[in-house]
């Protein structure tokens, strides 16, 4: 599985983005995938997840209320709609795909693909 990750930008604190990653080669073998976020000097972080399936939700509680992703099943993409983005979110946006059923969603390790990142900067 290859993810592309594109979407990212300069932006002012209270505006909105939305990431954009696509799954191509073999996606049926994907079950869940996600978003992380690492800021600079600051371990990745968990942002969002997504199950192929189902669409059930998972959000880290630092963007629950502000953060959305949802997923376009005909064009292998997820998204993350974010809106009244903070200084705080600044950091480089990764997407990454878990090709097995783990309830560790939150986790690294979980995911065995990753796409290059893009960067979103929020200005104050």
């Known amino acids: 599985v290859q993810l592309q990750a594109s979407g990212g930008g300069l932006v002012q604190a209270g505006g909105s983005l939305r990431l954009s990653c696509t799954a191509s080669?073999?996606?049926?073998?994907?079950?869940?995938m996600a978003w992380f976020r690492q800021a600079p000097g600051k371990e990745r972080e968990f942002v969002a997840a997504?199950?192929?399936?189902?669409?059930?939700?998972y959000y880290a509680d630092s963007v629950k209320g502000r953060f959305t992703i949802s997923k376009d099943n005909a064009k292998n993409t997820v998204y993350l709609q974010m809106n009244s983005l903070k200084p705080e979110d600044t950091a480089v946006y990764y997407c990454?795909?878990?090709?097995?059923?783990?309830?560790?969603?939150?986790?690294?390790?979980?995911?065995?693909?990753w796409g290059q990142g893009t960067e979103v900067t929020v200005s104050s």
């Open positions: 990454a795909a878990d090709r097995s059923y783990t309830s560790s969603y939150y986790l690294i390790g979980a995911y065995d693909y």
């Open positions: 080669g073999r996606t049926f073998s994907t079950y869940l």
């Open positions: 997504i199950r192929w399936n189902s669409g059930n939700t």
